[in-house]
């Protein structure tokens, strides 16, 4: 049985506040607050530098998370690197990839700019950016992308879960598409990971990014990019923690995944969200994931009561809800929001313009849950979308 209300106690700022933002980022469990905070108490040292007992321990920890992480998502260790967020994942295979001029890349109108922004800037190297549409719900469908696919395609790009109409793809269908063409295939699992059972080991996927400071409820400024033939990535950063040997004419690359974590990493963060993806475990994404379908499918039903509000998104979708209020400015509406009823929605274009412009607009209201979302406050969401909803009419 899923108990909502003992999940909560470990999210105390959940006492003060309604958070319907999880999108953008999730509340913590104290859990891994307590987990960074030990690291800083009792053995901060810096990663894989030294001989001495901290850095030997912060070592040994960094790399538990490490096996937690992939573990967690069902991905070798050895291939999957610390980042500092999706975004940074994602610009790391843009910028390592071997790219040729009239290379092509298929991507879709509904991406976050993180997964089209990376892709659209390498056509100042000559490389072609393919970009297909989506239905009035956001579904790309995997027929348009497999028609797209040209001989010159290298690499399709396309994110699990929009992160404005909330429409889930079928990744699996298009990861079989790849494979059948000898095209890389890349997802952007930010809004699903930790959210949606997805076996990724049995998805033919070259490249997985994703934060770790959403679904997987660890620390911002962690991240992770699972490469599956890594010896392939150019790395985009080197110096220090990335090389093996060195002279004043050359340097030869150190293991994987060292080679492509540059630099003293996020260390607490990474911690951080190794203890965080064992508290989604003890809690089961499955059990996870019906609740967050509950709780969605709450939200359309409670808010398409309201006549003055137009949903947007598929019936089918993960968990956010993006909507408007006749004749209210988004941003307008999330004000008044947080100040009558401290409730914390996102407002705005989400990083998703195309996605919007799709639809004709340029900004709605979302409302976003995760593991601690309960449907009373749906409730609360629903009754002041009403008040203001009539208040403007
Ligand atoms: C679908 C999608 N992709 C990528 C990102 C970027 O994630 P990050 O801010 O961790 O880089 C987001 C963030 O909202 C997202 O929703």
């Given at each position: 049985m899923y108990d909502v209300y003992s999940i909560r106690e470990d999210f105390p700022v959940l006492r003060e506040v309604i958070y319907l933002d999880s999108a953008a980022t999730s509340q913590k469990p104290v859990q891994v607050a307590d987990a960074v905070s030990e690291y800083f108490k009792r053995y901060c040292g810096n990663y894989g530098r030294g001989a001495h007992r901290l850095s030997k321990m912060t070592t040994e920890k960094y790399e538990d998370a490490r096996e937690d992480v992939a573990s967690f998502l069902g991905?070798?260790?050895?291939?999957?690197?610390?980042?500092?967020?999706?975004?940074?994942?994602?610009?790391?295979?843009?910028?390592?990839?071997?790219?040729?001029?009239?290379?092509?890349?298929?991507?879709?109108?509904?991406e976050h700019?993180?997964?089209?922004?990376?892709?659209?800037?390498?056509?100042?190297?000559?490389?072609?950016?393919?970009?297909?549409?989506?239905?009035?719900?956001?579904?790309?469908?995997?027929?348009?992308?497999?028609?797209?696919?040209?001989?010159?395609?290298?690499?399709?790009?396309?994110?699990?879960?929009?992160?404005?109409?909330?429409?889930?793809?079928?990744?699996?269908?298009?990861?079989?598409?790849?494979?059948?063409?000898?095209?890389?295939?890349?997802?952007?699992?930010?809004?699903?990971?930790g959210e949606m059972q997805i076996d990724f080991r049995g998805l033919d996927i070259d490249f997985l990014c994703l934060p770790g400071h959403k679904g997987l409820l660890g620390p911002q400024g962690t991240g992770i990019l699972y490469i599956r033939e890594p010896e392939r990535l150019s790395p985009v950063y080197v110096g220090g923690?990335?090389?093996?040997?060195?002279?004043?004419?050359?340097?030869?690359?150190?293991?994987?995944?060292?080679?492509?974590?540059?630099?003293?990493?996020?260390?607490?963060?990474?911690?951080?969200?190794?203890?965080?993806?064992?508290?989604?475990?003890?809690?089961g994404v499955e059990s996870i994931e019906s609740h967050l379908k509950a709780?969605?499918?709450?939200?359309?039903?409670?808010?398409?009561?309201?006549?003055?509000?137009?949903?947007?998104?598929?019936?089918?979708?993960?968990?956010?809800?993006?909507?408007?209020?006749?004749?209210?400015?988004?941003?307008?509406?999330?004000?008044?929001?947080?100040?009558?009823?401290?409730?914390?929605?996102?407002?705005?274009?989400?990083?998703?313009?195309?996605?919007?412009?799709?639809?004709?607009?340029?900004?709605s209201i979302r409302a976003s849950f995760g593991c601690y979302t309960t449907m009373e406050e749906i409730d609360a969401l629903a009754e002041s979308v009403e008040m203001i909803a009539k208040a403007f009419s």
């Open positions: 991905l070798p260790a050895k291939k999957s690197i610390f980042t500092r967020n999706a975004t940074e994942s994602i610009n790391m295979v843009a910028l390592g990839m071997d790219w040729k001029k009239g290379d092509n890349i298929i991507t879709a109108v509904v700019h993180s997964n089209l922004l990376p892709w659209i800037r390498l056509r100042e190297k000559g490389v072609e950016v393919t970009i297909v549409d989506s239905d009035d719900k956001g579904i790309v469908s995997p027929a348009s992308i497999e028609e797209a696919i040209t001989e010159r395609t290298r690499l399709i790009a396309i994110g699990h879960v929009s992160n404005f109409f909330g429409s889930v793809q079928d990744i699996k269908s298009i990861s079989k598409i790849a494979k059948k063409h000898g095209v890389k295939f890349l997802v952007d699992a930010a809004q699903s990971a923690g990335t090389i093996k040997t060195v002279t004043l004419d050359e340097f030869s690359f150190d293991e994987i995944p060292s080679r492509f974590e540059y630099g003293t990493p996020n260390i607490p963060g990474v911690i951080g969200l190794g203890r965080a993806v064992n508290y989604v475990k003890d809690i709780v969605s499918g709450y939200c359309v039903k409670r808010l398409s009561e309201i006549p003055q509000v137009e949903i947007y998104g598929p019936e089918n979708r993960g968990s956010l809800v993006s909507f408007n209020v006749r004749n209210v400015n988004p941003h307008d509406a999330a004000m008044i929001l947080d100040e009558t009823k401290k409730i914390c929605v996102r407002s705005g274009q989400h990083c998703a313009q195309t996605a919007l412009a799709r639809l004709c607009i340029s900004g």
